[in-house]
């Protein structure tokens, strides 16, 4: 099986578009001595990754994607990217809740099968929302600390190196994944107003069968009670927005 690419699931939804228009710390660091005040909330209220949720989005009058999250376990979910008009897609990420983090497994070729591909750092640091002042995460058995689980009142920035592998180590792609974390805020896209969002600025390199670059950047933000990609403004590879227009459960 070719490797799944990473930048797919990243891309899903502007490929669409452009084709039709972790673990608890385990020691004090400088980083978390100074730990800034939460907010009451955790990652779980917005983005639904341990309920049976979907959502679509669209831009202009034509859907740019879909999302659903499949749990699998108390504390693991895959989520699914992909055209509404080819779902289910043949693949998905599979992310782990573990103590204060939500930690990045690796991919598969469909939600809730086993894993192709293994997603392993080799560095991993922590900053504030301005990536001033970081310090280096302890390691999580590899895994990427993608997210915090309970919400902090200020952001955060997260910058992430490694290595994309599959199980037998046949080939191996390099990445780095920059993402800055906002705290809660109100937001309103051209189809629900009145909600409340948090929001993840991310920049993604690879050199999956090309040289070493940016693959991707863009913000997203992930509405509480109804899941990701609220609104998705991206401006690398392709500069293009999109805007959640329906959520449900199954």
């Given at each position: 099986?070719?490797?799944?690419?990473?930048?797919?699931?990243?891309?899903?939804?502007?490929?669409?578009?452009?084709?039709?228009?972790?673990?608890?710390?385990?020691?004090?660091?400088?980083?978390?001595?100074?730990?800034?005040?939460?907010?009451?909330?955790?990652?779980?209220?917005?983005?639904?990754?341990?309920?049976?949720?979907?959502?679509?989005?669209?831009?202009?009058?034509?859907?740019?994607?879909?999302?659903?999250?499949?749990?699998?376990?108390?504390t693991t979910a895959?989520?699914?990217?992909?055209?509404?008009?080819?779902?289910?897609?043949?693949?998905?990420?599979?992310?782990?809740?573990?103590?204060?983090?939500?930690?990045?497994?690796?991919?598969?070729?469909?939600?809730g099968r086993p894993?192709?591909?293994?997603?392993?750092?080799?560095?991993?640091?922590?900053?504030?929302?301005?990536?001033?002042?970081?310090?280096?995460?302890?390691?999580?058995?590899?895994?990427?600390?993608?997210?915090?689980?309970?919400?902090?009142?200020?952001?955060?920035?997260?910058?992430?190196?490694?290595?994309?592998?599959?199980?037998?180590?046949?080939?191996?792609?390099?990445?780095?994944?920059?993402?800055?974390?906002?705290?809660?805020?109100?937001?309103?896209?051209?189809?629900?107003?009145?909600?409340?969002?948090?929001?993840?600025?991310?920049?993604?390199?690879?050199?999956?069968?090309?040289?070493?670059?940016?693959?991707?950047?863009?913000?997203?933000?992930?509405?509480?009670?109804?899941?990701?990609?609220?609104?998705?403004?991206?401006?690398?590879?392709?500069?293009?927005?999109?805007?959640?227009?329906?959520?449900?459960?199954?």
């Open positions: 099986m070719p490797m799944r690419k990473k930048l797919a699931i990243l891309l899903s939804a502007a490929v669409v578009v452009a084709a039709a228009t972790g673990l608890s710390l385990a020691r004090p660091s400088a980083a978390s001595a100074s730990a800034p005040a939460l907010t009451g909330e955790d990652y779980g209220q917005y983005s639904l990754m341990f309920e049976k949720s979907a959502g679509q989005y669209w831009a202009g009058e034509a859907a740019a994607g879909q999302w659903a999250w499949t749990p699998l376990s108390a895959d989520i699914s990217w992909g055209d509404p008009k080819a779902w289910p897609p043949k693949s998905a990420e599979r992310f782990i809740h573990s103590g204060d983090w939500v930690l990045l497994d690796g991919y598969n070729d469909g939600a894993l192709t591909q293994l997603q392993r750092v080799t560095s991993e640091k922590i900053g504030s929302a301005t990536c001033t002042g970081m310090q280096e995460l302890p390691s999580a058995g590899g895994r990427q600390h993608y997210v915090k689980w309970n919400i902090p009142t200020t952001g955060y920035c997260l910058d992430a190196v490694g290595t994309i592998k599959p199980p037998n180590n046949s080939t191996t792609v390099n990445f780095r994944h920059l993402q800055k974390w906002s705290p809660p805020h109100a937001c309103s896209n051209a189809y629900f107003t009145n909600q409340t969002c948090i929001t993840q600025f991310e920049q993604w390199w690879d050199d999956n069968n090309h040289a070493y670059a940016l693959q991707l950047s863009r913000s997203l933000e992930i509405a509480r009670g109804k899941g990701p990609a609220f609104t998705n403004h991206t401006t690398v590879p392709v500069a293009w927005n999109a805007e959640a227009r329906y959520y449900w459960h199954y």
